[in-house]
């Protein structure tokens, strides 16, 4: 895949933050991590017309479902947080 070279501006705490991703080993350099912003962002759209879809198919989640989802959510959170933990732990 050809490659090109731009500029980006972003606030200070956003470069602190991807350049500790790079750090930690989660990305091989910064442009790996803002291409992977930009592809998940390109890839939103069609996830949104999905979730469209479903709503006007089934109608909006119940509370059960937001619930559901709700717990899902921050399992998957805690489980992200505590594998974070886990690999500054392994660097240290």
């Known amino acids: 895949m050809a490659t090109m070279k731009i500029t980006v501006t972003v ?5 602190a933050y991807i ?3 790079v750090h930690e080993g ?10 992977r912003a ?4 390109r890839d939103f759209d069609p996830l949104d ?9 089934t109608g909006e989640p119940g509370e059960d479902a ?3 989802a709700d717990e899902a959510l921050a399992k998957a959170r805690q489980a992200k947080l505590g594998s974070a933990s886990v690999a ?5």
Not at 26 to 35: I, K, N, P, R
Not at 38 to 41: C, D, G, R, T
Not at 51 to 56: G, H
Not at 88 to 92: L, P, T
């Open 11 to 15: 606030p200070e705490e956003l470069v």
């Open 19 to 21: 350049r500790e991703q």
């Open 26 to 35: 989660h990305f091989d350099s910064v442009s790996a991590y803002m291409t």
């Open 38 to 41: 930009a592809e998940s962002l």
């Open 49 to 57: 017309l999905l979730i469209a879809s479903m709503v006007a198919e």
């Open 66 to 68: 937001k619930a559901w």
């Open 88 to 92: 500054a732990d392994d660097a240290a």
